[in-house]
């Protein structure tokens, strides 16, 4: 499986973006699909995620209300809608899925997902 992100940018506090990763390959069935990020000097962080079983989505409390995660099935392709920008979403964002469905409670855990995206930059400035 190979995840290919893209969308990030520098933009300006309350502007808009939209993330994408495109998975290839043979992701698994009901296969949980996330976004990560990781700011400088801190530790990778949950976003947002989808449960592909049941097309449930979740955030963190952080992006709620602001950010939209949705997926394209026929084009294999995860979105995530950023508005509202502020200076502290500036972080390298990543896609990830899994082999495997897995229980929804743990849908926010980064060591249980097999499979990365290279990582888009996302520059907010105040």
């Known amino acids: 499986v190979q995840l290919q992100a893209s969308g990030g940018g520098q933009v300006q506090a309350g502007d808009s973006l939209r993330l994408s990763c495109a998975a290839s390959?043979?992701?698994?069935?009901?296969?949980?699909m996330g976004w990560f990020r990781q700011a400088p000097e801190k530790e990778r962080e949950f976003v947002a995620g989808v449960d592909t079983w049941s097309d449930t989505t979740y955030y963190a409390d952080s992006v709620k209300g602001r950010f939209t995660v949705s997926r394209d099935k026929a084009k294999n392709t995860l979105y995530l809608q950023m508005n509202s920008l502020k200076p502290e979403d500036t972080a390298v964002y990543y896609c990830a899925t899994r082999n495997r469905q897995i229980i929804a409670s743990a849908i926010n855990r980064a060591e249980l997902y097999d499979y990365w995206g290279q990582g888009t930059l996302v520059t907010v400035s105040s």
């Open positions: 390959g043979r992701t698994g069935n009901y296969a949980p």
